[in-house]
């Protein structure tokens, strides 16, 4: 996809879509961090179901603290590997409170030091909640910039640094919403939805296809 397809490609997104937005429910910073660490294999929608549950009754680190590991395991059990974020969303909490004031660090660093919050979830917090122009690879991102020839790479991590190298300066701050609704939508893992997709001419994906 060259420069020219890229800039179509971004212009064709944003007319369709002028303000994306997460799916992912939340009200605040630290909803959204909970949010983002409980999605972790896991879809928006059981997110939101779970969370539903969760912040009528604990939306706050020190809430999330004493409700304790299996109070909130009982809110997200229908949740994929809620064990685990169970355990890794109080020991954030925890630490927020320890160390960051109950507050959501702005800091990649800080963020990516929290239990359960890895580059790809730091990405999206710091993209949601502050504007900042990051670009969270997930398995949709990760799939559009392949088969696109947007940012074709191995990993993540290689893509990641290609869309921010390729994305123009004036669509970086919406793109990683664009481009996860545009995976998890359009340009799906079995069945691409070729014929109904806005960007194919844009698109490098040699085997295009009418199946929808």
């Not at 060259?2 to 939340?26: C, G, H, K, M």
């Not at 690879?137 to 790479?153: M, S």
């Not at 960007?199 to 009418?210: G, H």
Request: positive net charge; proline residues 5%.
């Amino acid at each position: 996809m060259n420069s020219d397809a890229i800039q179509r490609f971004f212009v064709t997104l944003r007319d369709a879509n002028p303000q994306p937005a997460s799916e992912l429910e939340y009200s605040s910073v630290f909803e959204l961090l909970a949010a983002v660490l409980l999605s972790a294999q896991a879809t928006d929608v059981s997110v939101n179901k779970a969370t539903r549950r969760l912040f009528p009754v604990a939306n706050t680190p020190a809430r999330i603290v004493a409700l304790g590991v299996e109070g909130v395991e009982a809110y997200i059990r229908t949740i994929g590997l809620f064990r685990n974020k169970a355990k890794n969303l109080v020991a954030t909490a925890r630490i927020l409170l320890e160390q960051h004031g109950g507050q959501v660090p702005r800091s990649r660093e800080a963020l990516e030091a929290l239990p359960g919050v890895g580059r790809k979830t730091a990405n999206v917090v710091l993209n949601v909640a502050w504007g900042e122009p990051t670009c969270a690879v997930d398995t949709h991102i990760f799939r559009v910039g392949n088969r696109t020839g947007l940012a074709p790479g191995r990993t993540p991590y290689e893509v990641e640094m290609k869309l921010l190298r390729r994305i123009p300066a004036e669509f970086a701050k919406d793109a990683h919403h664009w481009l996860i609704l545009h995976g998890r939508y359009v340009c799906q893992a079995r069945k691409p939805r070729c014929r109904e997709c806005a960007v194919a001419d844009c698109c490098d994906f040699d085997a295009k296809t009418d199946r929808a």
